[in-house]
Structure formats: C-alpha cells, structure tokens
C-alpha cells in the first residue's frame, strides 16, 4: 500500500513561530529531522488514519500517523508524540523553488571534510551531487530564506534504479571557501573546498595559505598531567598567551626545536618548542625547561589538583561580583554585530538578568556584573552561545572560536571547572528520547512518565560514572554535574502537566510529590544547579503546594482606607471625614444584615469568584452599547445573562446562576431600602472620589495583602519542614515586583514582610534590591533615551495611523505590553543588544499600553526601556486590538518606511537573529 497522491508535498506547521517549520512528504521518503526516511510497512486502519514506519540511511526507525483531513490540510504523529495539523503550500514558506541552472556556481565544486582526515564527501554540479564516491541526481532545489543565511535543500536518488535510496541535503554557504551541509539528523558539518584549508572557518583565506609559521606548531595547546586545561593557542596569524593576542616578530629552526619571538605592544617574549615523537610538543620560555603538551586530551583518572574541595553551604551564598572576560578568535571587527549577552539566573528574585558584553575590534572583552551565588550562566555571543561557570568574587576568562560553535577554552580561577563541564554533555545523549517522552505526555500516565524519566537519569548516572573512571574529572565539577542531574530529574518530572495539552484532566497531586523531601528542596547547594530555577518554579505552582484557590484581597471600605491612612501619618479632609462618618454609622445601624451578607459571601465565595471572573471575561468582550444589558446602576442583570454570555461562549453554571440569585434576594425589604438609601448617587460620588484620591494608597495596601496572602500559603504548606525553600518562595513573591516593576516598597511595608524570612542571607538580599530599585528610580530621572508622548488627538480607531504618522521613512517596530507582563519584559530584555546595535539605522522602537499599566509603575519601569512610549485609553486600545488581533501580550507589529504595516505579528518565539533579518529585510528596501 502507498500513501494516497493528497499528502504528497510541501507542509507548514504554524505553532509557535514565524520561522520555517515545514514537512516534505515525498513519493519515495518522509522528511524528519534533516533525515529522510523511506517509507516501510504503510497500512490503513479502520479509522482511516495511514500508520507507517520509515528508515533513514543509518537504519534509524521513526514511526508516524497521517490523518488526511482534506486535500489541504493533514494532522501528522511522530512516534508516541501529539497529533500537529499542517497546511498544504506550493513551497515552504519564505522560500523558492529553482532548476538545477540556478545552483550557485559557488557550490559547485569539490568539497573536502573537516574532521581532520580530509576526505572528499562532496561533488556538486547543475544535475547531480556525488556523495561518499556514489552519483545521486537532483531531483528538487529549494531556496529556504532570503538573505545571506538563506539555506538550499537538495532531494537526491541514487541513479541506480534497483536502489530505493534518497537523501535530503540542506547546503548553506558561509564564502566560497566554506559550506555547511546539514543530513543525516544533523543540523550541519563543516566543509571546505581545498585540502589546505583548516577545520574552522575563516575569513583571510589568502594569509592563512601563504602564513610561514609551522603548521606542526598550530593549535590550542593543553596540559598533559590530565587536567587537559588549555595553556596557549598557536595560529596561523598570532598567538594568544597570557590571556593576549601577540604577533610573530620572528620565527626560527635551530636543530630539533624552535625559537619563536612574540610581540605586544612593544613588549616581547620568547618560547622555545621541541616536537616530540608522540604528536606532542614541548614549550617552554627556556630551552632546558620545557613542558609537553598535546593538541588532543589526555586520560588520567588518577590525577589530583590543588583546591579541589567541595562546595559548602556555609560558602555558596555570597553577594560580590564577578568577571567574565576572553577573546573572540577570527571576530571580525567589520561584523555589524558588536555585542553579546549574558544571562544570569537569580532564584531569589525568580528573574533572569541579561548583561551587555561589548566586543572590541581585536575580539576581546570583558564584563563585571554582580552574583549572588557560583552558577552557570548563559552566553550568547556572535555565531556562538555556550554556559560558563562563573563564582562571586572570582574571574572567568573564556577564548572563543566566532567560526566554529563549541570551540571554547577557559583559563582564570574558574578555568578547571569550566574544562571539565564543558567536555561533557551527558544529556544531549538522551535529549531526543526525552523530547518524545514529553510528547506523548497525553498518552501515558502520571506513574509511567515518572518511571521513564527515571530511567533515563539512570542511565545518564551510569555513563558520568564510566566516564569518571577513564578520565579526570574535578571533584568540584563532578558535584555539579551531579547536582544537575538530580535537579534536573525532579524538574522534568515535576512538568507532566505542563507538557500536557489538557492540564485540566494531567494533573499532578500531593501523591505523586511525596518523592521530593526536605533533604530536596532545603538543599542550599542546589542553587548551583542550572535546572534549579525550573525545578522551584515548576514546585511552587503546583497545585499541591500553591493550593486550588487563587489568592484574592477585597479592597477597603472608605472607613477601613481611614484608618490605612492614619497609621501611615495622612490625614483625610473634613468633608472627606463626613463620608466615612456615614459609613461608620450605616454600619453600626445595620450590623446584623452586614453579618447575613458577609456569612453569605464567605460560604460561597469559590462560587461568586468563578462568577465574578467569568462576569468580567463577558464585559471585556461586549461593545459598549451592549454593556448595559448586562450592568445597570442596580448591578447584574440576571436574566439577560445566559442571552448575552452563550454566542460569546462563555458558560455558566446552574450553581452560580442560583448562588447570584439568591444574593440578590438575601435582604428582607426593610434591609434592602437601608441599603438602597444610604448607597446613593452622592454617596457612591463622594465614595469614590475619595478612592480615587488615594488610589496609590489602596493599590499599596492591596498588593501587601496579596503578598501576605501568598506568602502565609507557602508557610502552611511547608509548617517548619521548609525553611530554605520557603524563604525563597517568600523572597520571590516580595522581590518580583520590586525588581520587575520597579515597585520598590515602604520601609514599614518592607520590615512586616521580611520578618516572615528565617535565612539572615536572604533578609539582607531582599533590603538590598529594594534599596537598589529606590536608586535606580532617582537615577532613571537623569536618561533621555526614552520619550513619553502624549495620544495623538485623534478618533479612538484612527489612533495608530496618528501615531505612526510621524515616523515615516523609518522602519517601526511596535510592542504591545504592559508592565505587569513578565514575558513582555523578558522580551525587551532579550532586545537590548539589537537595540544598541541598530541606534544608529533608520529604525524606532514604539511602546504601546493601556490603562491596566498603573501609571506610577509605567512611570518608574519606562526610563529603563529606550523608545518612543504610548499609554492609551481603554477604548484606543481595544481598537487597536481589535485592528491587530491581538489576543494576547506581548504582540509586536512591523511598520515599514512608507507607514504600512508590513508583518503582523512578528511572533514572540522569534530569536533575536530573526528580529535582526526581519528589521533589515525592511531597512534596506
């Protein structure tokens, strides 16, 4: 059986990017996975879903399900993983298909490998790609992408017809010199197309064929005692020593060793090398005192090294700063990108804090940002992105090949460390098996997923402790790889529902918790660990542990707001007093039917809770002239509910509907026309004119019982059992706002809440960053890179064209945001760089709110996000949502030179070289 003539094509799968994520569904072989597989064993249920298996070129199985829904639409299964719809298209999305006259004649060439046995892999010409010795011929081109890093996906045959043999070839050209072949379930080899070239890219092709200095000489050059720590590098062009670039004033042969002079700056120095019979050679900076090292590690298991202690607890926590610095190898100082990031998890705070790293002409650089506990921190810089290990109070220096990923060498007080975690990946053995564990979620139970994720942390255990018995593996390094382990399986564990795609039926309960002890969450050494932040994040928001009730704070009476005030010293007015006297006294007149009204309120409040939400879902939804059929000046309309809720799929419940009812016949008469009679117009004018006259006082004191709230949960689920663990949920509950929303607290505000706190470390911590954001708010009144900029004095639904008006001949990028939207401002973070790097193209970031951005937290939080900033009224923006779609926040929108908009949306899981292709697509139109 074969698969019906429907399915065969190009498919696009729209979920969760903009970027390509397409499908080929070809006669002879499904593509997965840079692979193709060709087709076995393809049958038909009964259900009419085609189930089959496929084989790549290395005997790889993957099996699939194909539902065809119609002539243009499939939904697709890969293994045991989650049903994905995809859409037919002529071509892959943002590509072009092209004939085998148009391959680029820089392809077309012999092209060697790079793995050091410079084998011919590839022959490219206009009909067929030789691989490996065998002719295949070309049967489809397409172009993937349009710019510079546009990618060519050749499908080729064997020319044999008795072979049914394809493969998928996905050629991206970095110059004529070099070209990156991704096949086989690889994202791509290196290439190169003169025997003489090295294994790495480079840029001055010329000099490296010309340069005289031994090539038995080149390299980066390790430790032989088993350290395999990096000493010195050796290229072609220079050398770096000492954490320096140096260059060759002289080089000399005197017998069986070298003389080689190098200059810095006017300084000089001089090493001696021996080349030994074993490939290593001997160095030294005296002829009769020289030390062999190997370009290739050395296996010494038994080698032991100085300070190699275990970490403590008593020295984890620590408040300094620390040092990354290093070198770019090849950076190449005309590249438009001169920066990088480094992003830094902070678990106190349960924020990720990224630095700018900026990179000098020659490659170098150097960044001191504070820690407050030894981490891996994550790297991001040109053509490279790695995890470093960085400690409070120390410093990290890192060498970096721009041209060849993963090609990195440490030296510094982190230096071992670093050598040894980055010479293993234990996990991206297993990553695949995990990925599709986590997919078929859905399709197994809670027990079953616990037990084979457990399985597989086994086996990732089992082969760090071969590894430890061939090689060297500092005792530092091998508690953090086994921290991270540990950690790393209760996370993953821990995230059944969220991998779900029906949370509400996959969730986790106390049972299956029992697992994680005190000895677990109170470890203070865990913080170390890169999968701690999600391993507490995922703790803290289960169900068990956060509770199945949201935490929800009534806002004050004016008479309870009268007495708030007068705590904190603030006097209200005469007239002000008045009101809340006829409060005081309506109450004390009518106690009894309060008492029956807040009995009620209590006994029901789950359900008047999921009514309220629900009442305020509607509302949102409904147009302004249809919003009083649902409220009047009475309250909710009951009966017009169900006609106004049910097209706007909003149900509710027989429960809540009964419930409303009867709260709106609770009172006897008499009570009712008490209650009608003292919440009269003027009351309720006068009522909330008071409100709103101490809004920033209410909102604090809302807020502070939100937190309290919050945290008197954590204290009760954990009782004494959870002192660390609890202390970090506290800390993260006070500090997010602080440190997110620039929302700084008062000083009586700030002592009730820390003294919730037992760790003397995390108390100090908390009064730091509070005092930290209070200065930054004073320093923040000193930028101009940010405007603040009136609403265009226009219709509500002409407000963007008015906005945008004055930026024509500029590209325009418009974020849609609001200040209590943490992944609007991870976003803005992650734009940092890119923004510093475009300030001077012909480029504007706007920033565009709403009313439900507090104004004194949009004060304070704007100065720190340079842009052209908007706050609009609630009906601009609900236009404006309604012209862009936007269904949720953050939304980006791109504006092209002549003020149409030209991408909506820019997709939020876009990557920042994304965003950087996108804004110079349009900037060089």
């Known amino acids: 059986m074969s698969l019906p003539e429907s399915v065969f094509g190009e498919w696009h799968n729209n979920k969760g990017s903009n970027e390509y994520n397409g499908l080929l569904i070809h006669p002879g072989f499904i593509e997965s996975g840079y692979s193709s597989f060709i087709y076995k064993e393809i049958q038909k249920n009964s259900d009419g879903i085609f189930v089959f298996s496929g084989q790549d070129n290395n005997e790889n199985t993957r099996h699939f399900r194909i539902k065809v829904v119609s002539k243009d639409s499939i939904q697709l299964q890969l293994g045991e993983g989650a049903f994905s719809t995809f859409v037919k298209h002529k071509v892959p999305a943002n590509s072009k298909r092209i004939t085998g006259t148009e391959i680029p004649t820089v392809f077309q060439k012999n092209w060697f490998t790079t793995d050091g046995n410079n084998t011919l892999e590839f022959k490219v010409d206009e009909e067929n790609i030789s691989f490996r010795n065998k002719k295949y011929s070309i049967e489809d081109i397409v172009v993937l992408g349009s710019d510079a890093s546009a990618q060519y996906r050749f499908v080729v045959k064997n020319e044999n017809e008795n072979e049914n043999e394809y493969w998928m070839f996905y050629f991206k050209n970095w110059n004529e010199h070099f070209l990156q072949v991704g096949f086989n379930g690889k994202m791509g080899d290196l290439y190169k197309s003169n025997k003489d070239l090295p294994n790495t890219r480079i840029i001055d092709v010329e000099n490296y064929l010309t340069s005289t200095f031994p090539k038995e000489l080149r390299g980066n050059w390790l430790k032989t005692d088993g350290s395999n720590l990096w000493a010195f590098g050796l290229y072609y062009n220079y050398a770096i020593l000492d954490r320096k670039v140096w260059n060759y004033k002289s080089v000399q042969k005197k017998r069986n060793f070298y003389v080689i002079t190098l200059e810095n700056n006017g300084a000089e120095k001089i090493i001696y090398a021996k080349p030994n019979k074993d490939a290593t050679i001997s160095f030294g900076s005296h002829k009769n005192n020289l030390l062999a090292y190997s370009l290739t590690p050395t296996k010494n298991p038994n080698l032991k090294i100085a300070n190699d202690n275990l970490y403590t607890e008593s020295e984890v926590l620590k408040r300094d700063s620390t040092t990354y610095a290093g070198i770019v190898k090849n950076f190449d100082k005309d590249s438009k990108q001169k920066t990088g990031q480094v992003f830094v998890n902070n678990v106190i705070t349960s924020k990720q804090e990224p630095y700018l790293i900026k990179i000098a002409d020659d490659g170098s650089f150097s960044i001191k940002f504070p820690l407050y506990y030894p981490q891996q921190v994550f790297v991001r810089l040109p053509n490279n992105a790695i995890s470093v290990f960085v400690e409070p109070g120390k410093e990290t220096w890192q060498l970096i090949n721009s041209n060849a990923e993963g090609d990195s060498f440490f030296a510094g007080d982190c230096a071992q460390i670093n050598t040894d975690l980055n010479s293993l990946n234990l996990r991206m053995k297993y990553s695949n098996e995990m990925r599709a564990l986590a997919r078929s979620v859905d399709n197994i139970s809670l027990q079953s ?99 199945s009730n949201s935490i929800s704070v009534t806002h004050p009476e004016i008479d309870e707001l009268a007495e708030i005030l007068k705590n904190k010293g603030v006097l209200m007015s005469d007239s002000e007093f008045a009101t809340v006297n006829t409060l005081i006294k309506f109450k004390n007149d009518n106690g009894e039917a309060l008492k029956k009204r807040k009995d009620f309120n209590e006994k029901n409040k789950d359900v008047l809770s999921s009514f309220g939400q629900k009442i305020s879902k509607l509302y949102q939804k409904l147009p302004d002239e249809k919003r009083n059929k649902l409220i009047n000046t009475k309250g909710i309309i009951i009966d017009n509910i169900l006609e106004i809720a049910t097209p706007l799929q909003i149900n509710f419940t027989t429960e809540e509907l009964a419930i409303q009812k009867a709260s709106k016949n609770l009172l006897t008469k008499e009570e009712q026309a008490r209650f009608t009679a003292h919440y009269n117009e003027d009351y309720n004018k006068r009522s909330q004119e008071i409100l709103r006259t101490y809004s920033s006082q209410v909102q604090e004191y809302v807020q502070l019982e939100l937190k309290r709230k919050g945290i008197e949960k954590y204290i009760h689920f954990f009782d004494e059992k959870g002192v660390w663990v609890t202390d970090l949920f506290i800390s993260q509950t006070i500090l997010r706002p602080i440190v997110e929303q620039l929302t700084p607290l008062s000083s009586e505000a700030l002592n009730e809440l820390v003294s919730y706190v037992n760790s003397p470390y995390i108390k100090d911590y908390i009064v730091f960053e509070n005092e930290k954001t209070i200065a930054e708010i004073e320093k923040n009144k000193d930028n101009t890179e940010y405007i603040v900029h009136e609403t265009p004095d226009a219709e509500a639904d002409k407000i963007f064209e008015a906005i945008i008006e004055k930026y024509k001949g500029k590209v325009v990028f418009v974020d849609f945001w609001a200040t209590w939207c943490g992944p609007c401002l991870s976003g803005m973070q992650k734009m940092k760089p890119l923004k510093e790097e475009l300030k001077d193209e012909d480029i504007v970031f706007v920033y565009i709110t709403n009313q439900t951005s507090p104004e004194k937290t949009y004060n304070n939080m704007i100065p720190n996000i340079n842009g052209e900033h908007y706050r609009v009224s609630a009906d601009e923006w609900n236009y404006l949502g309604k012209k862009f779609n936007i269904t949720g926040i953050p939304h980006y929108t791109l504006v092209d030179k002549a003020g149409k908009v030209a991408k909506n949306p820019v997709y939020f899981g876009s990557t920042a070289d994304s965003f950087k292709a996108l804004f110079e697509e349009y900037l060089n139109k």
Do not use: C, W
């Open 449 to 547: 997923y616990k037990e084979q994720f457990n399985s597989i942390y086994d086996k990732i255990e089992k082969l760090l402790d071969s590894v430890i018995k061939t090689r060297f593996i500092s005792n530092k390094a091998q508690q953090l790889l086994r921290l991270e382990l540990a950690y790393g399986r209760y996370m993953n564990i821990l995230s059944y529902d969220i991998h779900s795609q029906n949370r509400q039926s996959n969730k986790i309960d106390a049972d299956y918790i029992n697992f994680i002890t005190p000895e677990i969450y109170n470890n203070k050494l865990a913080v170390m660990a890169p999968s701690y932040d999600s391993f507490i994040n995922r703790f803290k928001y289960l169900e068990p542990v956060r509770g």
